[in-house]
Every structure is written in C-alpha cells, then in structure tokens.
C-alpha cells in the first residue's frame, strides 16, 4: 500500500468518526427537543387526559348497564371408600378424573334441559309467591331465551382441586344471586345419577354482590386518563417532529451544517426574523432578527447621527 492510499483511507476512516458523531450528537438534541416540546405542552396533555377521563366515566355510569357476578362453590365427593367424610374425598386417581371430565360437568350443567328446568323452577315459584301475596325477591317472571340464559352461566375447576365454582352474571344482583343458587342446587341432584358419584356438597352459597364486575368505573377512568395522555403526547411529537422550520441557531448548525455567527438586533422598526450563519472558512453569510432590542431605553430617547441619546 502506498503513501497516498494510506492518508486516503485514514482522511476516510476520520470523517466516518466525525459523521458518526454529529450524527449522534443530532439525534441527543433532536430527543431533547421532544423533550422540551413535551414540557412545553405538559398542560395541554393534561387537559387531554382529563377529558378523556371524564368522557369515560360518564359513557360508564350513564351509558353501560352494570352487570353483577353471584359465585357457588362444590366439591365432588365419590361413591366408594369409607363412610367418613375424608373417605368420601375424590382420590388423587378420582381427582385427575375430575379434571379430565370438567368439560362434560360444565356441559351438564349448561345443557338446556337443565336450564330450561331451571327458568321453569324459578317461574313457578314466583308464580305460587304472587298468588299467594308472599313476598318475592324476583321483580318479574323470567323471559329468557335458552340462549341468552346460556351465556349468563360460567363453569370453573380451580387446577388440582375438587372444587367446581358456578358463577352468573346478571344486570340484576339480587337475580344473579337467585339463579345462581337454584341452578347450583338443582343441578347438583342430577349429577349424582348421571355420573355416578355422591351428591355434591354446596360449602359457599352465592349472595348478592355490591359492587359491578363490568365496567369497573375506576379502572375505566384510569385507562380513559392514560390513553388520552399517550395520544395527545403522540400528536404533539408527530408536530415536532414534521416541524421543519428554522426557529433557533441548533437549528441552523443541525440542518445547514453551519455556525452560526451572530445576531444583529435593531430598535425600532418592524419585526422580521432571521439568523446568522456561516460556515467555517473565510467567508460567511448572516441573517438579522429586526425587531426591537432587549436593552433598556427612555420612552422619550432619540438617537443622533452619531448615536448618541438626547432629549
């Protein structure tokens, strides 16, 4: 390799280092001006986010019907072993089972003979209730279909227990409550001749929940106050960052690649904006802010030829 070729690859690998520099140096400042961009319109995102908090709570307490969870626990118990309750107990063999056959229970309970025995169950009694002037905690006679009914009903087997959990959700809490605790009884009947195994025992019956599962307004407002922040940050970034606009002399040195070489303020006049600015070298170019100075002056000052203050 010779002479020449050697200072031409190090000229080369010396201005990729200077390059890779400022380019750094570029994108510190560019990160810092959305910074500054952010500070500069923290009260704008505010009133964004509080907007949008305050739009969510009232689509949530005005808008959504509220719906209420009522909650019933059993555990499986088996037809052979002792007579004791532990005995009765599912064995580790039954309890793998149980879990296996978690589908078909929860296929049972929700299947439409049950149901449909259930909507008829609780009519009936409502409808013994009214005639009879007793009270009723049912405002009216059930009028669902098989199909909306069947989505009220959820099935769980907690993992590695004997517990099945059945769970309505109702507009109504007092309802859901109700309908839990009479699909939970009659269903538990049924199961002890379709499967096999000893009546379930009801440890947990369901009560009237006092709080909605759905929508929870404080969750609701928290993400509405989140989400509006994040998107009126996102937009005054997406500003910023289009903005291309010369307002400062970083600007000039980040764009241009020239220094800026000074600013020239006049007093008096009309305001015209402008830099300085120029490149290393023997020459320059420059542009001056017209406008009126930062200096302080009498209101009654006037300028000589010479540039001297009289009154």
């Known amino acids: 390799m010779d002479q020449n070729q050697y200072q031409t690859d190090a000229a080369l690998a010396k201005r990729n280092a200077v390059s890779g520099a400022q380019a750094e140096e570029t994108q510190e400042i560019d990160l810092l001006m959305l910074f500054n961009a952010l500070r500069r319109h923290i009260l704008v995102i505010i009133a964004v986010a509080l907007v949008f908090a305050l739009v969510a709570g009232i689509v949530v307490q005005f808008f959504i019907t509220p719906l209420y969870e009522a909650t019933t626990s059993t555990y499986l118990v088996s037809t052979s072993g002792s007579s004791g309750a532990i005995g009765q107990l599912?064995?580790?063999?039954?309890?793998?089972?149980?879990?296996?056959?978690?589908?078909?229970?929860?296929?049972?309970?929700?299947?439409?003979?049950?149901?449909?025995?259930?909507?008829?169950?609780?009519?009936?009694?409502?409808?013994?209730?009214?005639?009879?002037?007793?009270?009723?905690?049912?405002?009216?006679?059930?009028?669902?279909?098989?199909?909306?009914?069947?989505?009220?009903?959820?099935?769980?087997?907690?993992?590695?227990?004997?517990?099945?959990?059945?769970?309505?959700?109702?507009?109504?809490?007092?309802?859901?409550?109700?309908?839990a605790n009479t699909l939970t009884y009659y269903v538990v009947d049924r199961l002890a001749d379709i499967m096999g195994i000893s009546v379930p025992n009801v440890y947990d019956q369901a009560v009237a929940p006092d709080e909605p599962s759905y929508p929870s307004l404080t969750k609701t407002v928290v993400i509405a106050f989140v989400l509006g922040a994040v998107l009126a940050a996102g937009v005054i970034i997406f500003i910023a960052v289009m903005d291309t606009t010369v307002k400062t002399a970083e600007d000039i040195e980040n764009r241009c690649g020239m220094v800026t070489l000074t600013k020239v303020y006049y007093e008096g006049g009309k305001k015209k904006k402008g830099y300085g600015y120029g490149s290393y070298g023997s020459y320059g170019y420059g542009y001056g802010y017209y406008g009126k100075g930062s200096g302080s002056t009498d209101k009654n000052a006037k300028s000589d030829k010479n540039g001297g203050a009289k009154k």
């Open 90 to 179: 599912l064995s580790a063999a039954d309890l793998s089972l149980s879990n296996s056959i978690i589908g078909d229970y929860s296929d049972i309970i929700k299947s439409r003979t049950v149901l449909e025995a259930v909507i008829n169950k609780m009519n009936a009694d409502y409808d013994a209730q009214t005639a009879a002037g007793l009270p009723t905690t049912m405002k009216e006679r059930l009028d669902y279909e098989y199909e909306e009914f069947y989505n009220k009903i959820s099935v769980v087997n907690p993992t590695d227990t004997h517990i099945i959990k059945i769970t309505v959700t109702d507009a109504d809490p007092i309802l859901a409550r109700d309908i």
